[in-house]
């Protein structure tokens, strides 16, 4: 069973800390990872994706993968109120010639003024 | 670019009924998936088509769950007869190649 583990959390910070959200997944043989927001009530939101270990940028969004530790993370800078949603970590699986997506269940962010 | 359309927005039928949902991809996206999301879950994969033939359905619960997608465009999702636990939110991806985009969903309330 491939499986994606997050802390659903809640994880609260403070407006203008960096958020910072983990996820391990259990398939080595993942090859693409991704971070999705989910605002309550609305479908999930591509904000980051990743393929190769390290770190990859953009804006107050970073990602980090670590794929000998099974590990992917994404950081959140300057966080605002806005940012207060649940973030969804996902892991690509090749299914028969597909790229189905696992999902975690999602860590739950609130960012307080 | 229009996205990924889904409807209806919101369905509520009581159980052993059937129910049908209807989803539009972003032109050009080759691959087309249906999710299942129940409150406080991640989704998780019912059916993928690559153009308008299937390339994994392994979890879908085809004693009551049916999808086409003909001419590798519009998908729809058919649950006959619906059971409580089917209430949940129902979500259409479409992707050119890694990157998954996903609809509105379509909310069903099973009763």
């Known amino acids: 069973q491939k499986e994606v583990e997050q802390n659903s959390g809640p994880l609260s910070v403070p407006e203008g800390a960096i958020a910072s959200l983990n996820c391990t997944y259990s398939?080595?043989?993942?090859?693409?990872f991704f971070w999705y927001r989910q605002y309550s009530g609305k479908s999930p939101e591509l904000i980051m994706s990743?393929?190769?270990?390290g770190d990859k940028e953009d804006g107050r969004f970073t990602a980090q993968l670590n794929k000998a530790s099974q590990y992917v993370s994404l950081l959140i800078r300057d966080s605002q109120p806005s940012d207060s949603a649940t973030y969804l970590c996902?892991?690509?699986?090749?299914?028969?010639?597909?790229?189905?997506?696992?999902f975690g269940k999602g860590t739950s962010l609130l960012v307080t003024p | 670019e229009a996205g990924v359309a889904q409807s209806p927005r919101y369905k509520i039928i009581e159980k052993r009924q059937s129910v049908a949902f209807w989803c539009n991809p972003i032109?050009?996206?080759?691959?087309l998936y249906w999710y299942q999301q129940i409150l406080g879950q991640g989704p998780k994969l019912l059916i993928q088509?690559?153009?308008?033939?299937?390339?994994?359905d392994s979890q879908l619960p085809k004693d009551r769950f049916s999808a086409e997608r003909l001419k590798g465009v519009d998908s729809t999702l058919k649950i006959q007869p619906a059971k409580l636990e089917d209430s949940a939110v129902y979500l259409c991806?479409?992707?050119?190649?890694?990157?998954?985009?996903f609809g509105p969903g379509t909310r069903l309330t099973v009763t």
């Open positions: 991806a479409s992707s050119i190649s890694y990157e998954q985009y």
């Open positions: 398939d080595r043989g993942s090859q693409s």
């Open positions: 990743i393929y190769s270990n």
């Open positions: 996902a892991v690509n699986s090749n299914s028969n010639s597909g790229y189905a997506l696992n």
């Open positions: 032109s050009g996206h080759a691959t």
């Open positions: 088509f690559q153009n308008n033939g299937v390339v994994d």
